[in-house]
């Protein structure tokens, strides 16, 4: 299908793409340009949904930047382009991407029904995040926003529940943090929920809510 949901937060662009087509698609678009390392690293997952899930999410950050970036992924590290900065994210039928120009930028999404038991929750969470987190979906929230900022980070060795923190000011728009040695850095979050189905965190270093 075509974009299923874009939006500039922070002039952040965000695309998320409702995967419906299968990865003929993406690779037959003239768009997705990848470089031979990434295609050769795809193209060797045997299972389907995640060639497809990862192509989309390609496909989201050449939207995202416009056409006009370059960029590289890798297995366990941030997206690289040559211009501004860029993350990816995916899950079950959808994939998504955010880009920025000039500041560190973050993005998960996950489905609205994933359950985030206690024993995964205790995990992830700090004392005072706990104490919001009675709701699922306030769980998953927390979860993606910790995911975001993780990706915007770009900093080896985070610990979700220690060095991680968020604080949400209203339902939507809220503050992550890192604290890391003697580092620390600030985000600010957005987080969308589309047609009642799939969440989505963001996180944009240092831009005012
Ligand atoms: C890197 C990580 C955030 C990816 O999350 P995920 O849920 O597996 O996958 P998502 O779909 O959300 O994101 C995948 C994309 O993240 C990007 N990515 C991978 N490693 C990354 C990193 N270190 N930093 C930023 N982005 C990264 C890639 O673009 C990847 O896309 P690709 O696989 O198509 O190339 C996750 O695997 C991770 O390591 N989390 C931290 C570990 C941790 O402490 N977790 C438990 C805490 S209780």
Not at 41 to 67: D, F, M, P, Q
Not at 100 to 107: D, F
Request: charged share 20%; hydrophobic share 40%.
């Amino acid at each position: 299908m075509p974009i299923y949901f874009s939006s500039t937060f922070a002039d952040a662009n965000i695309v998320i793409w409702k995967i419906e087509e299968d990865e003929e698609f993406f690779w037959a678009s003239s768009n997705l340009k990848l470089p031979p390392k990434d295609a050769y690293r795809i193209k060797g997952y045997t299972n389907v949904y995640k060639r497809v899930e990862s192509l989309a999410g390609r496909y989201c950050a050449h939207i995202a930047s416009g056409g006009q970036v370059n960029f590289q992924c890798f297995e366990n590290d941030p997206p690289q382009a040559d211009k501004g900065y860029l993350s990816i994210a995916h899950t079950s039928g959808y994939a998504g991407a955010v880009y920025h120009p000039l500041v560190k930028v973050g993005i998960d999404i996950e489905i609205i029904s994933r359950l985030v038991r206690d024993r995964i929750f205790t995990r992830f969470a700090s004392e005072d995040e706990m104490k919001t987190g009675t709701e699922n979906y306030n769980r998953l929230v927390l979860w993606c926003a910790k995911e975001a900022i993780y990706k915007a980070g770009h900093l080896k060795g985070l610990n979700f529940k220690e060095h991680i923190k968020v604080e949400w000011n209203t339902e939507t728009q809220g503050v992550g943090t890192i604290h890391f040695g003697g580092l620390y850095k600030i985000f600010a979050l957005r987080n969308v929920l589309i047609e009642n189905h799939l969440i989505c965190v963001l996180c944009v270093e240092n831009a005012q809510l």
